[in-house]
């Protein structure tokens, strides 16, 4: 594990657009192996915690609305892409070539199959990203035998903006 993942947490970190994550105590790059003696865990780590794991549980949130986005456009795409087929075997029976059959089925095939693909695609990569950035948290508390209990609830949402209450209680 990084050295920067205890100091994104650490009250001391200092950061320098050159350098990067200096400690704030030495103002030198941070060395040290395992976990830091002089690490300084309070407002950053609420913070911290608190933005990650709101930030996966938003996502979380979102998990049937995109499946079931999923499930509706792929079954839209699939009844397009059959029409175009039926209505080819159908012309063919009059012997008649049309290009409507085949434009049907690539309307299906290029533009409604990918509204189901591209969001579940986005939910997974988000998904991916915040439960990499919680864990990542996680194993660094679990350095330093910090624990943690949180409650998050989701109020309505306002203008675009999500009312979230978190309850935090960290126990060192």
């Known amino acids: 594990m990084k050295n920067t993942k205890h100091c994104q947490l650490c009250n001391h970190q200092e950061v320098d657009f050159r350098i990067g994550t200096l400690c704030g105590l030495t103002m030198k790059k941070p060395i040290f192996v395992n976990k830091c003696i002089n690490a300084e865990f309070n407002s950053k780590l609420e913070e911290k915690i608190e933005s990650t794991n709101v930030e ?28 175009g087929y039926f209505l080819a075997q159908y012309l063919l029976k009059f012997r008649v070539v049309a290009a409507a059959p085949f434009v049907i089925s690539l309307v299906g095939l290029l533009f409604v199959i990918p509204l189901a693909t591209g969001p579940l695609n986005t ?31 989701f109020g309505k949402k306002y203008h675009g903006t999500q009312d979230v209450n978190v309850d935090l209680k960290i126990n060192k």
């Open 123 to 153: 939910y997974l990569n988000d998904l991916k990203l915040a439960k990499s950035k919680k864990e990542d948290v996680y194993k660094v508390l679990e350095l330093y035998g910090i624990k943690y209990d949180i409650d998050i609830t």
């Open 56 to 83: 996966y549980q938003s996502v979380l949130n979102q998990k049937w609305l995109v499946y079931t986005n999923f499930v509706i456009f792929i079954i839209a795409g699939i009844a397009v892409i059959l029409t």
